[in-house]
């Protein structure tokens, strides 16, 4: 079955300092992939996505991941936090061809001072 | 201009019976998708529009769960006989084309469903 896994559910980090959040996925078949971001009471935001070309995306507030084919992963990274950063993060995947997107159970990034 | 709106922002109601969430996208946009989260879990795909139809909709659960879209706008999730297990945020969202799966999707805030 097609799933994403992420592989930390919580990470607490220090102001500052650099973070990488953790994503896989279940099929090295053919994929769009995405970062969202939820902060406290507010909705869903995309923070990034990789749809083809450069491994290397850049997305917004500093975040960027990293597409790597053959280790079906996606993780994000930034390499310096800022505590407005604490919020949840959903990776998520697309297989090409398909509607369905399969979001991973989160990461919750809390950075404190 | 206007974003993803949802109405209730929270429901509560009683188990066996029956709801209504709807569901209004950024005008415009042709594709529109459910989700539910469940707490703790990301979100789980329901269905998914693209216009009037439904192009997918092998995410709901049972036939308990039912979705239209009459218009190509507004879209309503009915749930009948609703369960405890039911309980969820259910959340919408809408992008332009979607008929590749590679447009943005932006989210609503989500209805908060609570079956006691």
């Known amino acids: 079955a097609q799933s994403v896994t992420q592989l930390d559910s919580q990470v607490p980090v220090f102001e500052e300092a650099p973070v990488e959040l953790r994503c896989n996925y279940s099929?090295?078949?053919?994929?769009?992939l995405f970062w969202y971001v939820q902060y406290p009471n507010q909705g869903l935001q995309l923070l990034l996505k990789y749809l083809s070309g450069s491994t290397l995306v850049k997305g917004i507030n500093g975040f960027e991941a990293e597409f790597n084919k053959s280790q079906t992963s996606f993780h994000l990274r930034k390499p310096s936090v800022h505590i407005s950063d604490t919020a949840e993060y959903f990776c998520?995947?697309?297989?090409?061809?398909?509607?369905?997107?399969?979001f991973g159970a989160g990461t919750r990034l809390f950075v404190k001072a | 201009g206007a974003g993803v709106s949802q109405t209730p922002s929270n429901k509560v109601t009683e188990k066996g019976k029956y709801v209504e969430l709807r569901c209004d996208p950024i005008s415009g946009h042709t594709a529109l998708y459910w989700y539910r989260q469940s707490l703790g879990q990301g979100p789980e795909f329901l269905i998914y529009f693209q216009g009037t139809g439904a192009a997918d909709d092998s995410g709901l659960p049972n036939d308990r769960f039912f979705a239209v879209r009459p218009e190509g706008s507004v879209s309503t999730l009915k749930i009948q006989r609703t369960e405890r297990g039911d309980s969820a945020v259910y959340l919408c969202a809408s992008s332009l084309i979607g008929t590749s799966g590679r447009d943005e999707q932006f989210f609503g805030p989500g209805t908060r469903l609570t079956v006691l």
């Open positions: 998520a995947v697309i297989y090409t061809g398909g509607f369905k997107t399969i």
């Open positions: 099929s090295s078949v053919s994929v769009y």
